[in-house]
């Protein structure tokens, strides 16, 4: 069982940068593949970052829309996963919620049985 606690949202100005973080319990966590979401009010939850296990080198994966203004990262030693935003535009407005599974990474959000409780990120401009 993985319990998953995001912070570090908040509100910032268009081209501004934020540092999500997400916490996780368990020992195991190193083999767990985590991934990034977000959803806008009305609209899906959709695919942001993924990042595969730590022992399968850390890979990477990203929407077309962040990809080159956000990172994903993650510190075993700290059981941590981070998403680094930077270049933040008022489209990017949106709860951001962490994911975990056990098994490769994806960017399907029914493929993820772990789910923190969100973040909100608001970009104004």
């Known amino acids: 069982q993985v319990q998953l606690v995001e912070s570090g949202g908040g509100l910032v100005q268009a081209g501004g940068s934020l540092r999500l973080s997400c916490a996780a319990s368990g020992r195991t966590f190193s083999s767990y593949a985590c991934a990034w979401f977000r959803q806008a009010p009305g609209k899906e939850r959709d695919f942001v970052a993924a990042?595969?296990?730590?022992?399968?080198?850390?890979?990477?994966s990203y929407a077309v829309s962040v990809k080159g203004r956000f990172t994903i990262s993650r510190d075993a030693a700290k059981n941590k996963v981070y998403l680094q935003m930077n270049s933040l535009k008022p489209e990017d407005t949106a709860v951001y919620y962490c994911?975990?599974?056990?098994?490769?990474?994806?960017?399907?959000?029914?493929?993820?049985?772990?789910w923190g409780q969100g973040t909100q990120v608001t970009v104004s401009s």
């Open positions: 990042i595969s296990r730590s022992w399968t080198g850390g890979t990477t």
């Open positions: 994911a975990a599974r056990q098994g490769v990474k994806s960017s399907t959000s029914y493929e993820y049985d772990y």
